[in-house]
């Protein structure tokens, strides 16, 4: 039977368990936008349904779909994810758009915690001549942005560093412009708390950010005093509930909103706290 992907789009909605879910298989098969299978009567390749049951046999109901397909979706790029590596969010996407309109040709950028690379990855797009740093404290979510790297043929402009939040390299020291982390922020004693899509699932390493969610936070923002230039920028995805204490560090620092109106960003400049605003 000759199945159009607006038929195999109604066929997902009754095999899984939502419409968000329906949508992502069928968007990630078929490489088309979401907007373009509620209208598509092209017919489906053989291939792509073969692919489809392959796919809802390994489901289950609370599987994150990104896993499944192994695909994510960032800013405008679509990116290889496994469990290896946490999914990014919208809330990171934000962060990335509003840390871009802070600095101007910065030369020199550090990603802490890079993950899958996705903001390595939009950095490089948004700052061609930047040399971008890329850490991670596992060499399995390296693997995994490495992967995607190579398919944006960026390896030219980002380095990869396994290493335990900052590189150790002199060279770095006071010539960084702009350092950027969406570190493991959520409190050690809430990880049981999460929905089971995110902690059976994601990285544990990417999650938990010890007392208070704080402990990768603050070793952060201890060290990269160490390594910005002046007037360089610390930007941060973080918990609401860590700006008071964020400011009880003294810190040159603003925090800004997301979109839902919860504080989630801190950007913090090497510069003395008077001239902080």
Do not use: W
């Not at 590596?85 to 919208?90: E, G, N, Q």
């Not at 770095?172 to 982390?181: C, E, F, R, W, Y």
């Amino acid at each position: 039977m000759n199945l159009t992907y607006r038929d195999l789009l109604k066929q997902a909605q009754r095999d899984f368990a939502n419409l968000q879910d329906a949508e992502y298989v069928i968007q990630a098969l078929s490489n088309k936008p979401r907007y373009e299978l509620f209208m598509s009567q092209q017919f489906v390749d053989p291939a792509i349904i073969n692919r489809y049951h392959t796919l809802l046999n390994r489901y289950q109901p609370d599987m994150p779909i990104p896993y499944l397909v192994n695909k994510a979706y960032f800013l405008d790029y679509e990116l290889y994810v496994d469990p290896r590596v946490m999914i990014p969010r919208f809330e990171t996407e934000e962060l990335v758009m509003r840390t871009a309109r802070k600095v101007k040709h910065p030369k020199i950028i550090i990603d802490i915690g890079t993950g899958s690379g996705v903001i390595a990855n939009a950095l490089a797009h948004l700052f061609p001549q930047a040399k971008i740093i890329a850490t991670d404290i596992s060499s399995d979510a390296l693997d995994v942005a490495q992967r995607n790297i190579a398919k944006y043929r960026l390896g030219h402009q980002i380095t990869l560093t396994c290493c335990d939040v900052l590189p150790k390299c002199d060279d770095l020291k006071s010539a960084v412009d702009l350092i950027i982390s969406n570190p493991p922020y959520i409190p050690e004693d809430e990880i049981e708390k999460l929905a089971p899509r995110v902690k059976n699932y994601e990285p544990l390493v990417a999650l938990n950010g010890g007392k208070n969610g704080m402990e990768i936070i603050s070793r952060i923002i201890e060290n990269a005093v160490d390594f910005l230039c002046p007037d360089g920028l610390l930007a941060l995805e973080i918990d609401p509930r860590q700006v008071k204490l964020i400011k009880r560090m003294k810190l040159s620092v603003a925090f800004e909103k997301d979109n839902q109106g919860m504080f989630r960003y801190a950007f913090i400049r090497n510069q003395p706290l008077e001239n902080s605003h």
